[in-house]
């Protein structure tokens, strides 16, 4: 069974930290790209970071930037996404999803695999 299962959130203050896994079954993550994404209430599912299948090229949203970082570890076949100074736009449900091709982009009809999510809450 091809499978993506995301861990880690939770709820955090403002200001605090977060690390999101997302583990993979039954395929191998090396050969999709990989993003991440978010949908807080009412609002459009929107893209967070992306991974090139090579992993030479990681992208992030402007609302992210220098605040979240993303990584792949092959070896265990999973992606994580380290989130640091949470403030309350932040809050969402983070899906991680795996795509066909080499180049990062923020596509979401192009991800062929979604995990569950998990809940990002921030509040004081």
């Known amino acids: 069974q091809l499978q993506l299962v995301e861990s880690g959130g939770g709820l955090v203050q403002p200001g605090g930290s977060l690390r999101l896994s997302c583990a993979a079954s039954?395929?191998?993550?090396?050969?999709?790209?990989i993003g991440w994404f978010r949908q807080a209430p009412g609002k459009e599912r929107e893209g967070v970071s992306c991974?090139?299948?090579?992993?030479?090229?990681?992208t992030y949203a402007n609302s992210v930037i220098g605040r979240f970082t993303s990584s792949k570890d092959n070896s265990k076949n999973t992606v994580t996404l380290q989130m640091e100074g949470l403030k309350s736009e932040d809050t969402a449900v983070y899906y991680c999803?795996?795509?066909?091709?080499?180049?990062?982009?923020?596509?979401?009809?192009?991800?062929?695999?979604w995990g569950q999510g998990t809940q990002v809450t921030v509040s004081s």
């Open positions: 999803a795996a795509g066909a091709g080499n180049t990062c982009h923020f596509d979401s009809l192009a991800y062929n695999y």
């Open positions: 039954g395929f191998n993550l090396d050969y999709y790209v």
């Open positions: 991974i090139s299948r090579s992993g030479a090229d990681i």
